[in-house]
């Protein structure tokens, strides 16, 4: 089956730079959800989006943006990186029916972000 | 407030013993999910369990079994006969289902280690 994608697996980047991180839902699944996970720490949830519009907020740095597009792949923006930022980007997917229980959401394989 | 605690940072066993692994939960919802991951040192999130605050029956999948009880707030993960491979960081989580696509709140994860 297929799962979520993510790209780059793996990024390196200095200090003041930008970096975009790309996720591709599982077909069909229209709500994307994207976590920060820092060097031994628990995943944390920065934002999330459902049918292209933001549905929830996180600790999301200002610094940070991110955006789900007609095809329902998301991209993370982030400008201006800090030391901090280093760290592994999760994006999930889930599909959110009109009536029903929540959906499970599937997490993707993770991007590794190191800010020299 | 959500919270999850996982009061146990790091357990080492032998292979072949059974092992708990410990998880409370906060939450003033009624309506919630828990959940049960693990991250390989490979650094995924793999999807073990999800559990509904209304199914209160315990779980079994192989050596996998859970214990979920709402008197405690507690969704203990048991693993039975351990095997090296079961090396890996387990995480318990929480998501309340005030809407469809809330975020998932992490413990802070046991570090799991099981000895040849």
């Known amino acids: 089956a297929a799962g979520v994608i993510q790209s780059p697996r793996h990024l390196i980047k200095e200090k003041r730079e930008t970096a975009t991180l790309k996720c591709y839902p599982i077909p069909r699944h229209d709500t994307v959800y994207w976590y920060q996970q820092g060097p031994g720490q628990d995943p944390q949830f920065l934002i999330s989006f459902y049918e292209k519009m933001q549905s929830d907020k996180g600790s999301i740095p200002d610094r940070f943006s991110a955006q789900q597009f007609s095809d329902y792949h998301s991209e993370l923006n982030m400008s201006s990186l800090e030391l901090g930022d280093s760290a592994l980007y999760f994006c999930?997917?889930?599909?959110?029916?009109?009536?029903?229980?929540?959906?499970?959401?599937?997490f993707g394989p993770g991007t590794r972000l190191l800010v020299l | 407030a959500q919270k999850v605690t996982q009061a146990q940072t790091e357990i080492s066993v032998v292979e072949k013993e059974d092992v708990t692994l410990d998880c409370v939960y906060e939450?003033?919802?009624?309506?919630?999910?828990l959940f049960w991951y693990k991250q390989p040192p490979s650094g995924e999130l793999v999807f073990l369990i999800r559990r509904n605050s209304f199914d209160e029956q315990n779980e079994i999948s192989g050596r996998y079994s859970w214990n979920f009880q709402k008197s405690t707030s507690s969704f203990n993960f048991t693993i039975t006969a351990s095997q090296v491979v079961d090396s890996a960081v387990y995480f318990c989580?929480?998501?309340?289902?005030?809407?469809?696509?809330?975020?998932?709140?992490f413990g802070k994860g046991t570090r799991l280690h099981i000895l040849p």
């Open positions: 999930a997917s889930s599909l959110e029916m009109a009536s029903g229980p929540q959906e499970t959401q599937y």
């Open positions: 989580a929480l998501s309340e289902a005030r809407s469809r696509d809330d975020k998932i709140i």
């Open positions: 939450t003033r919802d009624t309506t919630y999910y």
